[in-house]
């Protein structure tokens, strides 16, 4: 069985979802206590929130879950910020800083390896090959990876997080046109607080394929939950009407990036 689905579009954007997925093999799921079988760090339903918004994009989404291996964490494991509250490639705890393994469950150095080679390896395989696939139709391919978080969460983060939290490591990743792109239309969407590069700066998705240089844009987008989750506690369902309203900017803002990568392909002259 396939651990990521991918849907081929002619875009030069791919959407990005590596903590979509719920799938836990039963032996792992075996070693999971019980506040490890919540799986309350999921990025819960944001690949339907974004289904349809512009037509021919490409998809990518893991389908097994973060506490599985964490798709946007560095293989080697390096933190994505030193000397802060954050988790790793296999997670001890979750979000809130509570343990997720059941007593001397906790994953090995040889199943880190395992799974590395069973999910995060085929996962990025498939993304990189849609990447070049992208850039050999337009010379330019534009990442947006999408996540959601809880909007509070104080083991990360004080106070409230904003609802649309665009990362691109302070500017690393893309183009100040794509960042600005986003930026802009986050900012004028009414009834929702935006960020540039606040907690979120961008995981290793965004950071490890964002090489503007060589035609490959990458920008992420952290959603609060608030906007469009019923409630930020188990069963997590979505808020239809919510998840209606926060579709319009979100539409807005790929559109925008999506232009923005045809004028760029123009003005670098970057045609396949
Ligand atoms: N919902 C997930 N959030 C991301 C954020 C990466 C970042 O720090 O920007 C994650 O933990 O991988």
New binding site residues.
């Given amino acids: 069985m396939s651990v990521f689905e991918v849907r081929q579009g002619t875009s030069p954007v791919i959407l990005g979802f590596?903590?979509t997925g719920t799938d836990v093999p039963a032996e792992i799921w075996e070693r999971l206590n019980d506040t490890g079988r919540l799986l309350a760090?999921t990025?819960w339903h944001i690949h339907k929130l974004y289904e349809g918004l512009l037509p021919d994009v490409t998809v990518v989404r893991a389908t097994f879950h973060r506490y599985v291996i964490?798709a946007?964490?560095d293989p080697e494991n390096v933190s994505?910020?030193p000397g802060q509250n954050?988790?790793g490639l296999i997670p001890e705890t979750d979000f809130d800083g509570l343990p997720i393994w059941k007593d001397g469950a906790a994953p090995t150095e040889a199943d880190t390896a395992e799974r590395l080679r069973q999910f995060h390896a085929p996962y990025h395989a498939a993304f990189l090959a849609e990447i070049e696939r992208v850039k050999a139709i337009h010379g330019i391919a534009i990442v947006y990876d999408c996540?959601?978080?809880r909007s509070h969460i104080p083991f990360l983060f004080d106070g409230k997080l904003p609802d649309l939290n665009i990362?691109t490591d302070m500017g690393r990743t893309c183009a100040p046109e794509i960042e600005k792109a986003a930026v802009d239309i986050a900012a004028s969407a009414e009834g929702y607080t935006s960020i540039l590069n606040g907690?979120?700066?961008?995981?290793w998705t965004?950071r490890h394929y964002g090489r503007p240089e060589t035609g490959v844009h990458a920008i992420?987008m952290?959603l609060a939950q608030s906007t469009h989750l019923a409630a930020e506690e188990p069963p997590f369902a979505l808020d239809a009407s919510k998840a209606e309203r926060l579709r319009v900017p979100l539409r807005a803002i790929l559109q925008r990036i999506e232009n923005t990568a045809f004028d760029l392909k123009t003005l670098t002259g970057s045609e396949a």
């Fill in positions: 590596p903590h760090d990025d964490d946007n964490r994505l910020y954050t988790t996540h959601s978080i990362g907690r979120f700066k961008g995981g965004t992420q952290e």
